[in-house]
C-alpha cells in the first residue's frame, strides 16, 4: 500500500489512507491554531470505513470546537466519540472522552468526577503515560476547586510518572503547576526548587512562551514572597533577555505607572500573562497576581 505524505504548516504528516492523512493534517493544522482547518479535515477523516480513525477523528473535532469556545458542539462530539467507544468497547478511547469531558465541564464537581474516572481506566488500562496525562488534568481541577493541597500532590504523583518515561515536556508543565501550588502554601524554597527545575528542562526543549512564564514566576517569588530584590533584580535580567529571544520588545527602565526607574530597591511584579513590569506598590489593588494587568487588562 502506497504511503500518503503531505507537508502542514512545517510538519510532515503521513498515513495508509486518504482519511488517515486528513486526520494527521487536521492535527498539524490544530497544532498551528487552525481550528477550523483542523474541523475540515476532521470531517474528512470521518468518512473513513476505520471505527479507530472515526472516532479520534470525532474527538478531535470535539476538541477544536472547544478551543473555538463552541462548548455545545464540543460536547456533542464527545458524546458521538462514547457511543462509538462503546461499539468498539475502546477503553482507552473512553479514557479520553472523560479526560476532555473533564476539562469542558461547566461544573468543577462534573469536571472532578470525569478526571477521577479517567485515571481509574488509565490505570485499567495499565497505561501509565496516559495515566500521568488524566493525573495532570486532575490536578488543574483540584486547583480550581481551590484545594491547593491536591492539586500540589497531583502534579508531583504526575511529574514523577513522567520522569520514570523521560516525558520532560509533561514535567515542565507538572512542575509548573506544583510550583504555583508550593507558592499558594507558602512553601517558597520548594517552589523556587520546582520552577527551576522545569526551567532547566524547558531550556533543553526550547519551550520559549514556557521559559518566559517561568522566569516571571520566580523573579515574582524572589520579589514578593522571598523578599530578595536582588535575586529579584537577576531573575528580571533573564526575563529581558529571554523577551529579546522571543523577538518581542523588553520593557524600559521605568516603572509606566509612577515612571521611576524599576530598579530602584522596591519590590517589582512581573506579569506571566503579558510581560508588563511595574512596582507592585504602584499596581492598584487586585492587580497582579489576584486580578487582570492594569495595563493591558490581559
Ligand atoms: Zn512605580
Ligand atoms: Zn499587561
New binding site residues.
Partial sequence: MGRWIHTVHGLTVSGDAPEEVALLEGLASAAAGDYRGAIRNYDLALESNDMEVRGAAMFRKGQALGSLQDVRGAMQCFSEVRRMAQQTSSVHLRMQVLREEGYAARSLRTGKRKMEESCRLAERLEDQQSLAVCISGLAVIQNRLGNIAASLNHFREAERIDETFGNDRGRVYNLNGAAVGYRNLHQYAEASTAWQTALALAENLNMKPMIMKILCNLQNLYALNLADIAAAQQWRRRCVESLQALGREPWGPECPICLQNLDNGEKVFV?P????ASHFECLPDGAGQRGP??????
Fill in positions: 506579569d500573562k503579558c510581560y508588563h494587568c492594569p495595563l493591558c487588562r490581559v
